[in-house]
């Protein structure tokens, strides 16, 4: 997986580190954009300075209502709405909410500006009270439109990072399951013994050849599917553990089975990938429990320590944390949930 090449302006927008200086940033440029608009329209109180407390009263009042904005959309509009995809309820709420302060801010400085007995924009024609309100809150709709275009950057960022981890995550498992389905000691020995065994016991190679095939078969076809019905699970294991006992892995092996196992899907090989042997035990023990909602699948074979890396990896990738493995001198232990 190729690493995305970063810049400054990158880190600035996506990494957490920056999350205070961002706010910082921004912030500073709301209070420029409201000095500015008051300015403008409040110029005649400029030089005046017995009107210097109403300016900074006017000033506050346009700062808040545009921070008051922004902290709904970041804080609010942002993870309940668009963060779960509604992009149309999102823009409609946008909208609704920015006019609610933009009237907001326009009320409160009518009030300031008649408590103070000072001409406010109001008091200018129609058409420059229309000009000017479109023109200063252009301003103000950039800077709301930069910073739903920074979160939605990063928020594709954040998509596309997971969304490349959970590919190469899938690609390893896959990679894992294909190493697992055909063993070639496992096909190896099983060709040679059957070669050994030919003359002295045609009939027991021929039996052991038909198992084989039938494993083979199973994992070459059936385990494609996501889920597979715990019967044919059982059954693989059976012939599984019959092609080990032929190869002289193990001396003997036991199945057993409690609860009803009608139409409980597991996913293939989940068993048999706790069944890699390096080197021949004397007997192997399974037992499946099946319970209301888990099954508990019960390995018992002597070894005295294993390695189930990959095992544990394919387990974390379908159950995630609501599996448990437990590994002892005596015995491994696997509960999974069951559908």
């Known amino acids: 997986m190729q690493s995305t090449p970063k810049s400054l302006a990158t880190d600035l927008l996506l990494d957490e580190r920056y999350h205070l200086l961002r706010y910082v940033v921004l912030c500073v440029a709301l209070l420029i954009f409201s000095i500015s608009e008051i300015t403008f329209n409040y110029s005649m109180l400029l030089g005046d300075a017995a009107h210097r407390f109403v300016v900074i009263l006017l000033i506050s009042n346009c700062f808040l209502c545009k921070v008051a904005l922004l902290a709904v959309l970041v804080d609010v509009l942002v993870p309940r709405i668009l963060n779960r995809g509604r992009y149309g309820l999102f823009t409609i709420t946008l909208i609704a909410v920015s006019t609610v302060f933009v009237v907001l801010q326009y009320v409160i400085e009518g009030g300031i500006c008649a408590q103070s007995h000072i001409a406010s924009r109001y008091s200018a024609p129609l058409h420059y009270i229309a000009l000017d309100a479109m023109v200063l809150n252009m301003q103000w709709f950039i800077v709301v439109i930069g910073v739903l275009l920074g979160l939605c950057i990063k928020r ?8 490349q981890q959970q590919q190469a995550e899938q690609a390893q498992m896959e990679s894992a399951l294909i190493k697992q389905q055909i063993s070639p000691e496992m096909l190896c020995t099983t060709l040679h013994t059957c070669g050994q065994r030919t003359q ?3 009939e027991a190679t021929s039996a052991a050849l038909l198992q084989f095939s039938k494993v083979l078969r199973y994992q070459l076809y059936d385990s494609r599917r996501e889920r597979s019905l715990l019967k044919s699970e059982i059954d693989f294991v059976r012939e599984y553990l019959a092609v080990l006992q032929f190869d002289g892995v193990c001396k003997s092996f036991t199945i057993n089975v409690e609860g009803s196992i009608m139409g409980v899907m597991v996913p293939p090989l989940v068993f048999t990938s706790l069944m890699q042997y390096g080197e021949p035990v004397a007997n192997i023990d399974c037992q499946f429990t099946v319970g209301a909602d888990n099954l508990q699948f019960t390995l018992a074979d002597g070894r005295a ?10 387990l974390s990738l379908l159950y995630a944390d609501r599996y448990s493995l437990i590994i002892s001198p005596e015995h491994i232990c696997l509960t999974i949930p069951i559908s």
């Open 156 to 163: 594709m960022a954040q998509e596309q990072q997971c969304s």
């Open 200 to 202: 002295s016991d045609a």
């Open 305 to 314: 320590d294993a390695d189930f890396a990959d095992a544990r990896k394919r």
